[in-house]
């Protein structure tokens, strides 16, 4: 049986440092619940606020749009394509802040699929903190071919 990150990136292209999931903690067809712990020893956090380090928001939203990328190509991985195709982020619309996060932080991260048009799909997506929203975002990614 794989580990949460050998599944991880086995779906998508992002590698530590640069990848803010942790593990698929459910999923359906049109919905995927995420998980990611924030160390409190990440390097970004030495110049985000020094001294008092928050979460950068634009982490946050990254975490929000792997978690949807992993449902678009868990999706797809059920019907094999001819050539590789991965996710990759087209359109963000209305990010809102709500709710600091913190290093050392456990949050969860649910994306639904709202709608799909092509290779298009659009989604709304949620982080909490401690059960409360902390950000919310629609967004829209594709699959496209992998650059290799």
């Not at 924030?38 to 946050?60: A, C, Q, T």
Request: charged content about 20%; glycine content about 6%; aromatic content about 8%.
């Amino acid at each position: 049986m794989m580990q949460p990150i050998e599944e991880i990136c086995s779906l998508i292209p992002h590698r530590p440092p640069f990848l803010w999931v942790d593990k698929v903690i459910a999923w359906a067809e049109d919905w995927i619940v995420t998980e990611k712990y924030f160390s409190e020893d990440l390097d970004i956090l030495r110049g985000h606020y020094p001294g008092k380090p928050i979460m950068p928001g634009v982490i946050l939203c990254e975490a929000i749009f792997q978690s949807g990328a992993l449902l678009m190509a868990k999706r797809n991985s059920s019907h094999p394509q001819k050539e590789p195709l991965i996710p990759m982020l087209t359109r963000i619309g209305g990010a809102k802040f709500k709710r600091t996060v913190f290093p050392g932080d456990r949050v969860e991260i649910k994306v639904t699929l709202t709608e799909t048009i092509s290779n298009a799909c659009f989604f709304q997506g949620t982080l909490k903190v401690a059960d409360k929203s902390a950000v919310t975002a629609d967004f829209v990614c594709a699959m496209v071919k992998s650059p290799t």
